[in-house]
C-alpha cells in the first residue's frame, strides 16, 4: 500500500469544541496537562453541559465536538450528553478516554452517535506505559478498544511522545495492527500541568528535534501502511512554509468546568483565557489575554512555545533562531492509498 503526507491546513470553517466535562480522573499520568486550580474540579451536570453545547451549536452549526476530561466516561450523564450534541447538529462527536469505560458507556451509546472513541496509550506494552500511566492501564485501555470494535465503534489511538517513550513508538504498528484502531495520533508532550512541575525540577521530557524527526515518520509511514490514517503535529516549520496561528485563524475552543474557554491548548496553565461562559452567555475577558498574545510576530514562530517550552528551540552564535515552531495544532497527516 502506498501513502502520502500533507500538512493539514487551518480550516476556517469548521469550529472544533474540546469540552472537559469534568477533570476528574482514575488515574494520575505522569503528562497530566488538567490543572484544577485553573480548570475547576466541577463535574458539570447535564443541564449546564446542553446550555454549554448550545452556545457553540449557535456560533457554528456544523462544529465538532470531542468530549474530554478528566475521564469523560466517569460522568454519569455522558451518554445524555453526547445526544445533546447530537439533537443540536453537531457533525461529529468523539469522546476522548483511557480506556476504562466507566458507567458501561458502550452500552449507552450507539456508533451511529459517537464517531470515535478516541483512546490514550502511551507505550507498546506495560512495561513502556504503566510507568507513565498507571499499573493495568495498558491492560485497561487495549480491552476496552477491543470492546468497543467488538460493538462497531470507530477508535483511534493517542500516544502522548516524551522522553519516556520515545523510543518505543517504532514499535507501535503491530500493536495498532493486532488492535485494528481506524486512525492513530501521534502527540508531543507539551510543558504543561504536570509536565511543567516535572519541568520545573530539571527533568528533560521534551526530545530533541532531531530525535523527532527521525522517529516519526518512519513509524507513521509503516502505520498507514497498515491502513490506518496517522496525525502528528508538524512542531518544526520548513524554512519556505508559512507560520500561522490558530487563534488567529482557526476556530477552536477548550471549555472547562470552571467556565474558562480557551483558544490556545498552551495558554491553558495561566488565567489568559479570551472567553469565560456566563450563563448561556460567551463573553470575552478583559485584557491581556491570550487573544492579545496570537498578535505578537517573532521570529521563532509560536509566541507561546517561546513563552512556556523555549528548551525546544535552537539559536546561532548571533542569537537567530535555526528553525520556527509551528502552532501546536498545526497537523502532518498521512492516509493510506
Ligand atoms: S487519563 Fe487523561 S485526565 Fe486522566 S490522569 Fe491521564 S492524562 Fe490526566
Ligand atoms: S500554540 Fe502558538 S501558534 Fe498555536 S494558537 Fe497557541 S499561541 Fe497561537
Same mark, same amino acid.
Given at each position: &500500500?502506498? !501513502? ?28 497530566? $496537562? ?13 443541564? @449546564? ?10 456560533? !457554528? ?30 457533525? /461529529? ?26 483512546? /490514550? ?9 504503566? %510507568?507513565?500511566?498507571?499499573?493495568? /492501564? ?15 465503534? #470507530? ?14 513508538? +517504532?514499535? &507501535?504498528?503491530?500493536?495498532?495492527? *493486532?488492535?485494528?484502531?481506524? #486512525?492513530?495520533?501521534? +502527540? ?12 520545573? =525540577?530539571?527533568?528533560?521530557? +521534551?526530545? !530533541? =528535534? ?25 512542531? $518544526? ?17 477548550? @471549555? ?14 495561566? %488565567? ?5 461562559? *456566563?450563563? #448561556? ?18 521570529? *521563532? ?13 535552537? $539559536?546561532?552564535?548571533?542569537?537567530? %533562531?535555526?528553525?520556527? @515552531? ?7 497527516? @498521512?492516509?493510506?492509498?
Amino acid at each position: &500500500m502506498t !501513502s502520502t503526507a500533507r500538512t493539514v491546513e487551518f480550516s476556517r470553517d469548521a469550529t472544533n469544541v474540546f469540552f472537559h466535562i469534568l477533570t476528574r480522573c482514575n488515574l494520575k499520568c505522569r503528562h497530566c $496537562y488538567i490543572n484544577p486550580a485553573q480548570h475547576g474540579a466541577a463535574d458539570l451536570s447535564l443541564t @449546564i453541559i446542553e446550555a454549554w453545547l448550545e452556545i457553540f451549536a449557535g456560533r !457554528s452549526p456544523r462544529a465538532n465536538v470531542i468530549f474530554l476530561g478528566g475521564e469523560p466516561t466517569l460522568h454519569p450523564d455522558l451518554a445524555g450528553a453526547i445526544r445533546a450534541a447530537r439533537r443540536l447538529g453537531y457533525a /461529529s462527536v468523539t469522546v476522548d478516554t483511557n480506556g476504562y469505560l466507566f458507567h458501561d458507556i458502550l452500552d449507552h451509546v450507539t456508533p451511529q452517535e459517537v464517531d470515535f472513541f478516541s483512546f /490514550s496509550l502511551d507505550g507498546p506494552d506495560p512495561a513502556v506505559n504503566d %510507568p507513565i500511566r498507571g499499573r493495568g /492501564s495498558f491492560a485497561h485501555c487495549t480491552a476496552g478498544i477491543r470492546a468497543a470494535r467488538r460493538r462497531g465503534f #470507530r477508535t483511534s489511538l493517542i500516544y502522548t511522545v516524551s522522553s519516556d517513550n520515545i523510543e518505543a513508538l +517504532q514499535r &507501535m504498528p503491530a500493536l495498532l495492527g *493486532e488492535l485494528g484502531v481506524d #486512525r492513530f495520533f501521534i +502527540q508531543v508532550i507539551g510543558i504543561r500541568g504536570k509536565s511543567a512541575e516535572r519541568a520545573g =525540577k530539571e527533568e528533560r521530557l +521534551q526530545v !530533541s =528535534k532531531a530525535d523527532w524527526l527521525a522517529a516519526v515518520a518512519p513509524v507513521a509511514r509503516a502505520v498507514a501502511d497498515l491502513g490506518i490514517t496517522v496525525t502528528w503535529p508538524k512542531v $518544526y516549520l520548513d524554512p519556505e512554509e508559512p507560520f500561522a496561528c490558530a487563534g488567529r485563524v482557526a476556530d477552536n475552543f477548550f @471549555i472547562f468546568p470552571n467556565g474558562r474557554v480557551y483558544r490556545c491548548p498552551l495558554c491553558e496553565d495561566f %488565567p489568559l483565557h479570551a472567553f469565560t461562559i *456566563e450563563g #448561556r452567555r460567551l463573553v470575552a475577558t478583559g485584557k491581556i489575554n491570550e487573544a492579545d498574545l496570537f498578535q505578537l510576530d517573532i521570529p *521563532e514562530g509560536c509566541v507561546m512555545n517561546r513563552l512556556i517550552q523555549p528548551a525546544n528551540i535552537e $539559536y546561532d552564535a548571533e542569537g537567530k %533562531p535555526l528553525h520556527r @515552531i509551528a502552532c501546536c495544532l498545526l497537523k502532518e497527516e @498521512i492516509s493510506p492509498r
